[in-house]
């Protein structure tokens, strides 16, 4: 599995989020290309696909890597892990957060945070095998409304 980071928004990369983020979220459209520009072009994020060579270097998979600084240091984020259903269980997942753990490393993060629903249950295995701990917190959300 080839992980790269996105540098420029193409057809090929709408046509994917168009594939993937449904997928991850019946609730959220995917992202127009003016929001995929926004997202590449931000020093806030990292957004990482994962090219499948067996399959002509389809895109299977992304990851987006939040990086912030607050009083207490750098911290990063995983957010919007999706892999294609047909690429799941092939180690897509994992090799798009060890890039992602390691790009977070660089930039000079001390934590990686991120969060999983209960029901995604190989992907808690996953983040749970490669390091992640759960923490006793709670997680809380505001809704603002949309207008």
């Not at 002509?56 to 998979?61: A, F, Q, R, T």
């Given at each position: 599995m080839d992980i790269v980071e996105v540098t420029e928004v193409t057809e090929e990369l709408c046509t994917?989020?168009?594939r993937l983020i449904p997928q991850l979220s019946s609730s959220n459209p995917p992202p127009a290309r003016e929001e995929l520009a926004a997202i590449v072009s931000s020093p806030a994020t990292v957004l990482f696909v994962a090219r499948d060579p067996d399959r002509g270097g389809e895109i299977v998979g992304t990851l987006t890597l939040a990086l912030f600084r607050i009083p207490t240091g750098l911290r990063a984020w995983i957010e919007d892990v999706v892999v294609d259903g047909s690429a799941r269980g092939k180690g897509v997942g994992e090799a798009l957060n060890l890039a992602a753990l390691a790009r977070a490393a660089s930039a000079g993060a001390t934590t990686v945070d991120l969060t999983s629903r209960p029901s995604r249950e190989a992907a808690?295995?996953?983040?749970?095998?490669?390091?992640?701990?759960?923490?006793?917190?709670?997680?809380?959300?505001?809704?603002?409304?949309?207008?």
């Amino acid at each position: 599995m080839d992980i790269v980071e996105v540098t420029e928004v193409t057809e090929e990369l709408c046509t994917a989020f168009r594939r993937l983020i449904p997928q991850l979220s019946s609730s959220n459209p995917p992202p127009a290309r003016e929001e995929l520009a926004a997202i590449v072009s931000s020093p806030a994020t990292v957004l990482f696909v994962a090219r499948d060579p067996d399959r002509g270097g389809e895109i299977v998979g992304t990851l987006t890597l939040a990086l912030f600084r607050i009083p207490t240091g750098l911290r990063a984020w995983i957010e919007d892990v999706v892999v294609d259903g047909s690429a799941r269980g092939k180690g897509v997942g994992e090799a798009l957060n060890l890039a992602a753990l390691a790009r977070a490393a660089s930039a000079g993060a001390t934590t990686v945070d991120l969060t999983s629903r209960p029901s995604r249950e190989a992907a808690n295995r996953l983040y749970q095998r490669i390091g992640f701990t759960r923490r006793d917190t709670n997680v809380y959300r505001y809704e603002i409304s949309r207008q």
